[in-house]
């Protein structure tokens, strides 16, 4: 029925929920307060959400929240990496996986 060329098709991606990004940021926006971070970016990608911490933007990224829909029902879809792409904590809530960049201490 359809005459002419049909649009191209939005990718799916994988985000983060308004809860998810309110957790994240509130812990951020202390992190920036006492001086520690100071920049951030975030990716969407196919299979997963970053983001990112930066003490300056022009270095590599302190830490990396990621989300990984597809490892919910193993280690969890939640992980923490540090610079060197080290986890420093995965588990299935989120709150729980923060609680480890609480007391990190910057470098």
Same mark, same amino acid.
């Given at each position: 029925?359809g005459g002419?060329?049909?649009p191209p098709?939005?990718?799916p991606?994988?985000?983060f929920? /308004? /809860?998810?990004l309110?957790t994240i940021?509130?812990l951020?926006?202390?992190?920036?307060?006492?001086g520690e971070?100071?920049?951030?970016?975030?990716?969407?990608?196919?299979?997963?959400?970053?983001f990112?911490?930066?003490?300056?933007?022009s270095?590599r990224p302190?830490?990396? $929240?990621e989300k990984?829909?597809r490892? /919910?029902?193993?280690?969890?879809?939640y992980?923490?990496? $540090?610079e060197?792409?080290r986890?420093l904590?995965?588990?299935?809530?989120l709150d729980t996986v923060l609680?480890v960049?609480?007391?990190?201490?910057?470098?």
């Open positions: 029925m002419g060329p049909q098709r939005q990718k991606f994988v985000g929920d /308004r /809860r998810e309110n940021l509130h951020y926006g202390r992190k920036v307060a006492s971070w100071r920049d951030y970016a975030m990716d969407f990608l196919k299979d997963r959400a970053l990112s911490i930066y003490k300056r933007a270095e302190l830490y990396v $929240i990984n829909p490892l /919910r029902n193993r280690q969890g879809q992980m923490v990496t $540090i060197d792409g986890v904590k995965r588990g299935h809530e609680r960049l609480e007391l990190a201490v910057v470098r």
